[in-house]
């Protein structure tokens, strides 16, 4: 199984910060990311696939990149709607997922 | 726009089956392009995909290694759905239940999902 680790598990943040979450993979898996965001009762919600590709409608202070084993997702300014919790996917071979990061008012 | 729409029961006894269902609006679940998932969240919000279905000229399955001897996931091309079945639940099956779209012929990410079903375990 590919493991993926995330990095910070939890990030106070104010509005306005840039804020980057890191995702590591136990093998390469090449470009075969996607980043979600998820809030509290709800689904997660796709973000960004492929590393780097920001799905349609998602805010364009967004951005993921990264290939191999090593990833980032940052959010440029972050906004009140942004505090949630974040996970990273590989779909390489199968799936499997980061354990997240919780995004918190500072 | 798809929508993906759960219903089943949200308490289920130990040994028993856990049986869930996903309605599709503004897509097909015999789109040869796309693929139906569940996914699952266990409370510490560890999220485990469990296994799809999928048709490319006929119907496909795959189903994760930890799940793979007690899940099947079947389409209902009448009603443009698709059911999750995991028999012999324990507490360990206990978690919030989502289905999810995907693309292509291997598994990749989920652009669309359900609203999410809490199931407990319980006698």
């Known amino acids: 199984d590919i493991q993926m680790t995330q990095s910070p598990s939890t990030l106070a943040a104010s509005v306005g910060d840039r804020v980057t979450i890191t995702c590591r993979a136990s093998?390469?898996?090449?470009?075969?990311l996607a980043w979600y965001q998820q809030k509290p009762g709800k689904a997660p919600k796709l973000l960004i696939y492929?590393?780097?590709i920001l799905e349609s409608g998602v805010p364009s202070r967004f951005s993921g990149s990264g290939s191999g084993t090593e990833f980032t997702l940052t959010i440029s300014s972050l906004q009140p709607d942004d505090f949630a919790t974040y996970y990273c996917q590989q779909y390489n071979f199968y799936v499997t997922f980061g354990g997240g990061t919780k995004v918190e008012i500072k | 726009q798809v929508q993906l729409q759960q219903s089943g029961p949200g308490l289920v006894r130990p040994s028993q089956t856990l049986s869930l269902t996903c309605v599709i609006s503004g897509d097909s679940v015999s789109d040869n392009r796309a693929a139906w998932n569940w996914i699952r969240q266990s409370p510490s919000g560890g999220l485990e995909w469990l296994g799809r279905?999928?048709?490319?000229?006929?119907?496909?399955?795959d189903y994760a290694e930890s799940v793979k001897s007690r899940i099947t996931i079947d389409p209902d091309t009448s009603k443009n759905q698709f059911s999750l079945h995991l028999n012999s639940v324990t507490s360990d099956d206990a978690a919030v239940y989502f289905c999810?779209?995907?693309?292509?012929?291997?598994?990749?990410?989920?652009?669309?999902w359900g609203q999410g079903t809490l199931v407990t375990v319980s006698s």
């Open positions: 492929k590393a780097s």
């Open positions: 279905t999928y048709y490319r000229s006929q119907w496909y399955n």
């Open positions: 999810a779209r995907d693309w292509g012929v291997s598994v990749s990410f989920f652009d669309s």
């Open positions: 093998q390469s898996i090449s470009s075969w």
